[in-house]
């Protein structure tokens, strides 16, 4: 079992930036890779960026403006030139690539952390 908790969120006007940083603990489970995700209100919760041995990826809508990092347990996720459609909470995830090189989130989620982007 992973545990995951959140922090960094705010307030911040739009091309602003925030830096969201991650804990997990795994009780001596090996994460090979970790995510971050977003749900704004009443839309679905979406990948933002993962990270795993050797590779990141971004979702197209962050690319350039957000870089996701890791130190062991540790995921950060610097944000840079927010905009107002930013606006949502973040989680993040820790899981695996599939043999497909999809990023998979185990099902176990933090309480995520509210970034608001006002404008």
């Known amino acids: 079992q992973v545990q995951l908790v959140e922090s960094g969120g705010g307030l911040v006007q739009a091309g602003g930036s925030l830096r969201l940083s991650c804990t997990a603990t795994?009780?001596?489970?090996?994460?090979?890779?970790m995510a971050w995700y977003r749900q704004a209100p009443g839309k679905q919760r979406e990948l933002v960026a993962a990270?795993?041995?050797?590779r990141t990826d971004y979702a197209d809508f962050v690319k350039g403006r957000f870089t996701i990092s890791r130190d062991d347990n540790t995921l950060y996720l610097q944000m840079n030139n927010l905009k107002t459609e930013d606006t949502g909470v973040y989680y993040c995830?820790?899981?695996?690539?599939?043999?497909?090189?999809?990023?998979?989130?185990?099902?176990?989620w933090g309480q995520g952390t509210q970034v608001t982007v006002s404008s």
């Open positions: 995830s820790a899981g695996y690539y599939s043999v497909y090189q999809i990023y998979t989130p185990f099902e176990s």
């Open positions: 795994t009780n001596g489970l090996s994460i090979n890779a």
């Open positions: 990270i795993g041995t050797g």
